[in-house]
Each structure stands twice: as C-alpha cells, then as structure tokens.
C-alpha cells in the first residue's frame, strides 16, 4: 500500500481520502460487517455529497479495487505466516543469532563473546551423532539395499559385448578416415611437385626461342 499512498498523495488530499473510505467499506464487505462506524458514514456523505450517480458508480469501483487488493495481501500475510510456521525451533534460533551479529557493535565484546560460544555450541551438538540414530541409519540403509534389485551379470554381458563391437567400429572408422588423409595428402604433393616439374621445363624452352628469335637477321 506504501507505493500506492504516495502516488495518492501527490495528487492531494480528498483523492487519499477517496481511497481510504473505500479500503474501510471493501474491509467490511469481506469481513461481512452489516453496519460501518459513524466517521465512515459521514466521510462518505462528505464525498458523495456532490457526485451525483456517475460519483456513486466511481466509488463502487473503486470498493472492488481495494477488496482485489486486500485479498492479495492477505494471502501474502498467509503465506508468510505458513513458513513461519513450518520453521523449526534451530532455524529460528540461528536467524536470531545472525541478526545479532550484524547488528550488534564491534565494542560489545561480551555479547559477541556469547555469540561464539553459542556457534561453539552448536557445532558440537551437530557432529554429535547417538547410537540411536546409528542404527537407525544403519536399518534405514540396510532396507534400501533390500529393496534394489540384484544386478544379473548375464543381462550385462549383451551391452559389453555390443560397446566393445562400437569401440571397434569406431576405431576403424577413425583408420579410414587417416589413411584417406594420408593419401589426399600425397596425392596434393604429387600435383604440386608435377606442376613444378613443368614450370621449370617450360623456362629454359621460352628462354631457347627468345633468343633463337634475337639473332634472326631483321626483314626488310
């Protein structure tokens, strides 16, 4: 409601008011009061005195607009009662301590003293395991290895037996796709050193006619 009162008061007086008057009788409606207190009569008479129909009808929507908004907020209430509720004693008590901590001052040397003989405390309680609750644990482990059923070594002889076939399809698939490699490879360098091979034949034969065409005698 806080965000919502401020955007009212920016707007003035008699609009807070408005909202106000109609959270009252929204209350009383899911309540189911049959009667509302005297200033809320004359608050409305006050309001209502001057609107005429139009100011009757804005006022009950307004009424079903905060009973939406009451009812939201009770179920927040709830809820957050709910996990209060459902805390334990042990949570409760290490919020408490943890609050303390950070709000008491570095000074207070005593009750942070407190507070570390307390943590003390619980840390020893916690490691602190009786016999009780060993057997309890021990039954508890003991019937869950009951229930699960016995491993067959025969059922997982298949799937061994179909990875191992896998391992080995891959492993050959992996040998292929190398000597496939190998061979793009040789087969690159042999087009490469062929092309050189020509290149270089090429020159010397360019180089001969060149210079058999120079000592031609020129045409007249």
Not at 25 to 53: C, F, I, N, P
Not at 64 to 75: A, S, V, Y
Request: glycine residues 2%; positive net charge.
């Amino acid at each position: 409601m806080a965000p919502q009162a401020i955007l009212e008061l920016v707007d003035g007086k008699k609009e807070m008011q408005w909202c106000m008057t109609a959270r009252k009788v929204a209350r009383s409606q899911l309540l189911e009061t049959k009667w509302l207190s005297e200033s809320t009569r004359d608050t409305m008479y006050q309001l209502l005195k001057y609107r005429g129909e139009e100011g009757v009808k804005a006022f009950d929507e307004e009424v079903e607009r905060q009973k939406k908004i009451l009812i939201h907020e009770d179920e927040v209430q709830a809820s957050m009662q709910k996990k209060k509720e459902e805390k334990t004693l042990r949570q409760l008590q290490d919020r408490m301590d943890e609050r303390d901590l950070w709000t008491l001052s570095h000074n207070n040397k005593s009750l942070l003293n407190k507070l570390k003989k307390r943590e003390i405390e619980k840390r020893r309680t916690d490691s602190y395991i009786s016999e009780e609750e060993k057997e309890q644990e021990i039954e508890e482990f003991r019937a869950k290895q009951a229930d699960e059923p016995i491993p067959d070594p025969e059922a997982r002889l298949p799937a061994i037996e179909d990875t191992k076939q896998e391992l080995e399809r891959l492993r050959e698939l992996k040998r292929i796709r190398e000597v496939n490699a190998r061979r793009a490879k040789r087969a690159a360098e042999r087009r490469k050193q062929s092309q050189k091979s020509t290149m270089e034949k090429e020159q010397p034969r360019e180089k001969k006619e060149k210079k058999e065409k120079d000592l031609q005698p020129p045409k007249n």
